[in-house]
């Protein structure tokens, strides 16, 4: 008996593609003797679908669908959809076999935290899906079901030989080791093999990396996917000798290279953009980006600006020709002195004799903004902005100059982080200059201006940005581990400060446990205070 996880890449909303590709694989696995196909939760409608799901017609379109596959494909189909039943909107699976929707299931636990908002569309189910292929007896679950402890897989311990269960898991740093672990644990517990099936793509900030698995009911591993990529896992056999296969998991910063890369592609893909373009300062935020963007999606594909002010270091533009030569990316070199020079005389009688402040600093960004963004409109390349997560915590970035643009590769990724990639993708493949690992962070909007004169060391601005934001910790809290008060209440003071500008910024990829946007959501107008006595905290 041959049971095939099917982790395929399916696009929100593309009711019709999503159709086309499952029924192709359907009959892929049916020509080499599957006997099971198994597709991701709402697989039929891509996930997540969002307000889709308040539109009827969506709606509608999904049925239409699930109905066609249950009367061509060749072989049986276990696959999620919506569902709506009695008035009310489910979160489904369906058993399609014989030319007919045979039996169906309702995910019990909806998710409702972090990036995730189910009960905002789905009522939760109840019962289960139990049915037997060639005499083995089979469980269905949905996602969420496996990591509510409290809710058995199986309502009578011993009535399946094995749970498959349909996953849209999104990837954060180490949640293949939570995922395994978790799998072992419950099929030990339910005395069942599992079989996790995860959907495998980006979806705008979201990252599926696949790693479907197989796990006996000892709690062995016995199969495992591909990661960040599309793959069928073959699992063979009966109950206590089943067989599959075990590819690599990368871990460590390869693993978030990895989902950065395929956010990155399937974003410009999804989207239809024939390009990138960036802009290239000869930094290592802006290096990785680039790197990242090649690697994504060829050399071909993406287009580099290289836009020095008054300010730059001549080493910054050659470091910058060198990285875009090293990957075979094309460049145009576009001084914005003039026009820098040409807004500075513009504004000089309302100015009058103020100082040059932070001002002018973010007037050369918006000017390199106006470029970018010309260059976007006329060759219909998309705007990556460079910004890192340490940046965007304390707003250390311009809005609407190097904010500018329409996807965030990096965004949730903090600068110490930004550096490990760096060098792990030189260990591939040397791109990005030795200087460029070396030098101190700058900006390079002022004479002699580093990041560092603004903000705390960036090693020490990370734990604050990992205990405040991550891990919620309170001020007593991160005090209690021996982070310096003054550099603490400044951190947190630029963190609350910023929420205005990063409901602004472009969405990025999720690569973190609790990123800004989908995940954090902070009101612009908050009088809360960390430091407050009055809220138990002390100077």
């Not at 083995?136 to 990591?147: F, P, Q, S, T, Y």
């Not at 950065?260 to 930094?283: E, I, R, W």
Request: glycine residues 8%; negative net charge; contains cysteine.
């Amino acid at each position: 008996m041959r049971i095939v996880l099917g982790q395929c890449d399916l696009q929100v909303g593309d009711v019709a593609g999503n159709f086309h590709k499952i029924l192709d694989r359907a009959q892929y696995v049916a020509r080499h003797g599957a006997d099971l196909f198994v597709l991701p939760e709402l697989a039929i409608c891509g996930y997540p679908p969002e307000d889709l799901l308040l539109r009827q017609d969506f709606l509608d379109c999904c049925d239409e669908a699930l109905m066609a596959l249950a009367r061509q494909s060749p072989v049986p189909l276990l696959l999620g959809h919506p569902q709506r039943r009695a008035g009310a909107l489910y979160n489904a699976a369906s058993l399609l076999r014989g030319g007919r929707i045979e039996a169906s299931y309702a995910k019990h636990c909806l998710p409702n935290y972090q990036v995730f908002d189910e009960k905002r569309y789905f009522s939760e189910g109840s019962g289960e899906l139990l049915f037997s292929l060639q005499g083995l007896r089979l469980a269905v679950r949905i996602c969420e079901d496996l990591w509510c402890r409290d809710q058995p897989l199986l309502e009578q311990p011993g009535s399946a030989d094995a749970v498959i269960i349909l996953n849209a898991s999104p990837f954060h740093r180490d949640k293949q080791r939570e995922r395994e672990a978790l799998l072992q644990e419950r099929a030990q517990a339910e005395g069942a093999t599992l079989l996790y099936l995860n959907l495998v793509g980006g979806q705008d900030e979201l990252v599926f990396d696949g790693r479907s698995a197989a796990v006996d009911q000892q709690g062995k591993l016995i199969g495992r996917a591909a990661a960040f990529a599309e793959d069928l896992l073959w699992v063979a056999g009966q109950p206590g000798n089943w067989q599959s296969s075990i590819a690599s998991s990368p871990q460590g910063v390869e693993e978030v290279y990895q989902a950065l890369t395929l956010g990155l592609a399937d974003y410009t893909q999804k989207n239809a953009f024939p390009g990138v373009v960036l802009g290239l300062s000869g930094g290592i935020d802006s290096a990785l980006t680039l790197a990242i963007a090649a690697d994504a999606l060829g050399s071909d594909r993406v287009h580099a600006l290289i836009l020095p002010s008054p300010y730059t270091a001549a080493m910054s533009v050659e470091d910058a020709v060198a990285e875009a030569n090293a990957l075979g990316v094309g460049f145009d070199i576009l001084a914005i002195d003039g026009l820098f020079r040409a807004y500075q005389e513009t504004l000089a009688p309302v100015f009058g004799d103020r100082k040059p402040d932070v001002t002018e600093e973010n007037l050369q960004a918006r000017i390199r903004a106006a470029l970018l963004m010309a260059y976007s409109n006329k060759f219909g390349h998309l705007l990556l902005t460079t910004g890192n997560k340490s940046e965007m915590a304390v707003g250390y970035a311009t809005l609407y100059g190097d904010m500018a643009g329409g996807f965030a590769p990096i965004k949730d990724c903090p600068k110490t982080l930004v550096y490990e990639l760096a060098r792990w993708r030189n260990q591939q493949g040397s791109v990005i200059p030795k200087r460029v690992l070396e030098r101190a962070p700058s900006a390079e909007l002022a004479p002699g201006q580093t990041d560092q004169d603004s903000l705390p060391p960036y090693g020490l601005l990370d734990e604050i940005i990992m205990a405040f934001v991550e891990s919620g910790q309170s001020r007593r809290e991160i005090l209690a581990q021996g982070v310096p008060a003054a550099d603490l209440d400044r951190t947190i003071r630029l963190i609350e400060r910023s929420e205005y500008k990063r409901r602004q910024a472009a969405p990025g990829i999720r690569i973190s446990s609790l990123a800004f946007g989908r995940d954090r959501r902070y009101p612009i107008s908050n009088g809360f205070r960390a430091e407050a006595p009055l809220c138990g905290e002390e100077k």
